[in-house]
């Protein structure tokens, strides 16, 4: 026989179920017994064999009812997130939510100066900053008005901040893209099955049920649901801007471009760009009996795309250095996320013997270059940052740094502390200017900080300090002296291997919480890293590089010597590009120039 | 397995088996699993596909060759991956159950060092195919990137005729059998007889060419294994005239008992045309796709635009310049 508690809490999650699955549009009758023992808390599994199918539907008919029951199951996943922060309920909006289920604790102190539509929100004791929780169900019209609200009280301070609960990520994305040029944008995002994921990973008990639900009675059927990496597109990206970066003649680049599509990219994931314009509809160079007379040896010199880490994204609405003023609290971070990135940097190096690299050289503002991503397995940082780490270490070689940078941006996003490492032939490819009359300045979001003041740029350490980390936590190492003032403090830099001020640093400061290290470089620059952090006990992640053709996973071109590939062999378009360094099989990789 | 309807001016006929579309991966570009439904277009190019060629699959796993396992050439790339698969027990077990979700005919590549082994192979594939998943097989008898005793398999008529007979041997009824030719010999006729002989009922051309490249900055070979196969538009006149040759002077072929698939340095439709032209059933598509995913889906559509507007379909375009 079913108790009565079980009846309630199976009606709970009966209820949450019909609000996702069913929404306002389809009768819940659907909803039948053999979906349900897979949504059930085991507890609960057996007791019920009493209910017929038809009581199940009459449990869930009443639509507004599932919709609050929804409410609080959302907002009890996030109390229990946010505590471990030592984030509290501050105020709650009871006329929402579904009274006595779930659990979720109800708020004193109301405070009648904030927006009434807000359902719940959520800030640190004695914190200033706060989250204003909202579902994405609710009236768009007061959604828009209390985000303006919240904007404009904030007033770019980033104190206070909204954030909008969707049915699912494609729905998220749906109104992310909407929401970048409405009042939204710059509010935060949050889809139900990742906050779901989220707290399985941390409340099994809780959230046992609902993970379930979406594994095995959703999936097979059509479902608002997303895979959880995105599919790889392919796009057409618009170039915004060509940097030199450097003295006049430093072989690095940076170039920004435009491309949505690849808003979903996760930080370590890679895109291949062709390395000019394209021709033909074929994708192959049209024969040009023009180009063909005039310059036999350049007209048909590159074929295949080129492989790039990204360097930084931007999000509209969101100035350049939000971070530095925005303290989220660590846990819930991993699935807030702010309106859709559109706009990318990509930094690289024209390689002397690179026909791909020297080609780019020639790429113009308003170009369109054919790409494809998001590429490689995306890592996942929320597993990561559960792991109560004390601080994660970057270790970047030359380009290798790169995509590092845009790992920061996203570990700050969570208030990850980051310690970073640069190293760099000469200093003077460090620095670099912009002038009026030949970048446009409005869109450079390190120019805006620095061209007013006539200051030069440097770039890794502008854009790290614009992700919010410290000076003193930013190190360079350097083969080639040069003017270093202003840039990093005395004790930060020194002339000789980045491995060699690594272990110098390590010594200096020792660690009592987990330290995790990501390094990007050349192999023997990494191997002399894992040597460092085998010892000292610091889990390293590698981020390898390597000559590619498809990017797809199916050429086998780019492969790494591993000991967990099959074949003794991983991928790093596809197992990659992250591998952690013990599965590396360092005395077989080979060091030969991409 | 094929559930599309295959009534357009595209559709083709291998043997018993009918084509969607005259578009083929080409063996080695395509993988052996379902990566293609990673990719956003993934249903489009599936519907693009008028069959999927796996890449070479062996008896045993092998981890290929060493890096640096490719190189771009002006036109042209070079690579010499070394036949890298995880052998045909995972193949059957993980890979191919995965492909039946393309919904395709399927057509597994297959590869070995001995004649026998072609034998042990194929029975090892039409055993494991409980699914019946397995549409065709290729016969790989000219990879340049593997030894076999130093001399390269598919020169010899005679060794590719004893190859062919030990894959064909065990094959179901209604698989069929393709046998993958080299480019690099003096008369590809020649061995190609030699396949017909063996029991082929198809003919795949051309394989890579085989090729170097050398780093003048480092004073060294590009590739770890110093040689390569060139593949790209560079070596697609070689291909035409490869299966422009093997239609002319192959009574099988020129009858349609024997289809030829073109492959070799297509990446526009015209360039498929081009080859059906010469003698060609159906084409296979490998570089180009590295350089654009949608280079199936451009085919497709070019071919049909072409076919509309010279109310024409691609089997009446097959050989057809051999008619002037």
Not at chain 1, 246 to 259: N, Q, T, V, W
């Amino acid at each position: 026989m079913i108790s009565p508690t079980q009846t309630a809490e199976l009606d709970c999650y009966l209820r949450v179920m019909a609000h996702v699955f069913g929404g306002d549009t389809t009768h819940p009758e659907s909803i039948t017994w053999d979906t349900v023992p897979d949504i059930m808390p085991a507890r609960l599994r057996d007791a019920c064999g009493d209910f017929a199918d038809g009581d199940i539907g009459d449990v869930c008919a009443d639509s507004d009812r599932n919709r609050r029951t929804y409410y609080s199951f959302c907002l009890a996943l996030i109390e229990q997130i946010l505590k471990q922060d030592g984030w509290r309920l501050s105020r709650i909006d009871n006329t929402r939510i579904e009274p006595g289920t779930f659990g979720l604790s109800s708020a004193k102190g109301m405070d009648r100066s904030q927006p009434d539509t807000a359902v719940a929100v959520f800030g640190p004791p004695g914190g200033r900053q706060r989250l204003f929780f909202f579902f994405s169900d609710q009236d768009p019209t007061i959604l828009a008005d209390a985000a303006i609200k919240i904007n404009e009280n904030d007033n770019d301070r980033f104190e206070d901040l909204a954030v909008m609960i969707t049915l699912s990520t494609r729905d998220m994305q749906a109104r992310r893209e909407a929401s970048r040029s409405t009042a939204w944008k710059r509010g935060l995002f949050m889809a139900f099955d990742q906050l779901c994921e989220r707290s399985a990973e941390t409340y099994p008990d809780l959230c046992l049920p609902i993970e379930n639900m979406f594994r095995d009675s959703v999936l097979s059927k059509p479902a608002p649901v997303e895979p959880a990496r995105d599919k790889i597109a392919s796009f057409r990206a618009r170039i915004l801007d060509h940097i030199v970066v450097g003295d006049k003649d430093s072989p690095y680049r940076k170039l920004r471009f435009e491309a949505p599509e690849l808003a979903g990219i996760v930080p370590l994931q890679f895109i291949m760009s062709a390395t000019r314009p394209r021709a033909s509809a074929g994708g192959v160079r049209e024969f040009s009996w023009q180009a063909f007379k005039t310059s036999f040896r350049d007209a048909p010199a590159t074929y295949l795309k080129r492989p790039f880490g990204i360097h930084r994204a931007f999000h509209k609405g969101f100035p350049a250095d939000y971070l530095t003023r925005l303290r989220l609290p660590r846990h819930v971070a991993t699935i807030l996320h702010p309106v859709r990135p559109d706009t990318f940097e990509v930094f690289f190096k024209v390689l002397p013997t690179g026909k791909g690299t020297r080609e780019m050289q020639d790429l113009k503002k308003d170009m369109m270059i054919d790409m494809i991503g998001p590429l490689g397995q995306p890592f996942k940082l929320a597993k990561l940052i559960d792991q109560d780490i004390g601080e994660v270490h970057v270790i970047g070689g030359g380009v290798g740094m790169a995509p590092l940078v845009y790992l920061v941006q996203a570990l700050r996003f969570c208030s990850v502390p980051v310690k970073a490492f640069i190293g760099i032939e000469s200093l003077d490819h460090l620095r670099y200017r912009l002038r009026h009359e030949q970048h446009d300045l409005e869109d450079e979001p390190l120019a805006r900080i620095h061209a007013a003041e006539g200051k030069d740029i440097h770039i890794y350490v502008d854009d790290l300090l614009q992700t919010g980390v410290e000076r003193n936590n930013i190190y360079v190492s350097y083969d080639k002296t040069g003017d270093i003032r202003d840039i990093v403090p005395p004790a930060n830099h020194m002339q000789g291997p980045i491995s060699d001020l690594y272990r110098r640093s390590l010594t200096r400061h020792p660690f009592d919480k987990p330290v995790v290290a990501f390094t990007c470089g050349p192999p023997p620059m990494m191997q002399a890293i894992h040597e460092i952090t085998r010892h000292v006990g610091i889990r390293l992640y590698v981020l390898m590089e390597k000559r590619m053709a498809c990017g797809i996973g199916v050429c086998l071109s780019c492969v790494c010597r591993t000991t967990s590939g099959r074949s003794g062999y991983s991928r790093v378009c596809k197992e990659g590009p992250v591998f952690d360094a013990n599965e590396i099989i360092w005395h077989e990789q080979e060091n030969s120039p991409l | 397995m094929n559930k599309k309807t295959v009534r357009s001016e595209l559709a083709v006929k291998l043997k018993q088996v009918s084509l969607a579309t005259p578009l083929l991966t080409a063996s080695g570009t395509s993988g052996t699993s379902d990566e293609i439904n990673d990719l956003e277009n993934s249903p489009q190019i599936i519907d693009a596909l008028g069959a999927f060629v796996t890449k070479g699959v062996t008896l045993e796993a092998r981890s290929g060759n060493r890096e640096m396992r490719v190189v771009e050439t002006r036109t042209g790339l070079l690579n010499s991956i070394g036949l890298q698969n995880s052998g045909a027990a995972v193949f059957v077990r993980e890979e191919l159950p995965r492909l039946a979700n393309y919904n395709l005919p399927i057509i597994v590549n297959i590869s070995a060092g001995q004649v026998d082994e072609f034998g042990r192979l194929s029975e090892f594939l039409m055993e494991h195919d409980h699914d019946e998943a397995i549409a065709g097989i290729e016969i790989n008898v000219s990879c340049p990137n593997i030894c076999a005793g130093g001399v390269a398999f598919g020169v010899d008529p005679r060794t590719v005729e004893k190859a062919v007979r030990a894959a064909c041997q065990p094959l179901r009824r209604d698989v069929f059998s393709l046998t993958k030719m080299t480019p690099n010999v003096t008369d590809i006729s020649e061995p190609a007889k030699g396949a017909i002989a063996g029991g082929t009922d198809g003919l795949s051309m051309i394989n890579t060419l085989r090729g170097m490249a050398i780093n003048v900055h480092t004073g060294s070979y590009y590739l770890g294994n110093k040689t390569g196969g060139l593949s790209g538009p560079a070596i697609k006149p070689v291909g035409i005239q490869m299966v422009h040759e093997c239609y002319r002077t192959i009574p099988e072929c020129r009858r349609g008992t024997v289809p030829i698939i073109g492959i070799g340095g297509i990446a526009t439709w015209e360039d498929a045309l081009e080859y059906i032209m010469a003698g060609a059933t159906a084409v296979g598509i490998g570089t180009a796709w590295f350089v654009n995913p949608n280079v199936f889906v451009e085919i497709k559509t070019g071919l049909e635009t072409y076919c509309r507007k010279h109310s024409t379909t691609i089997t009446q375009k097959i050989g057809s310049v051999h008619e002037i």
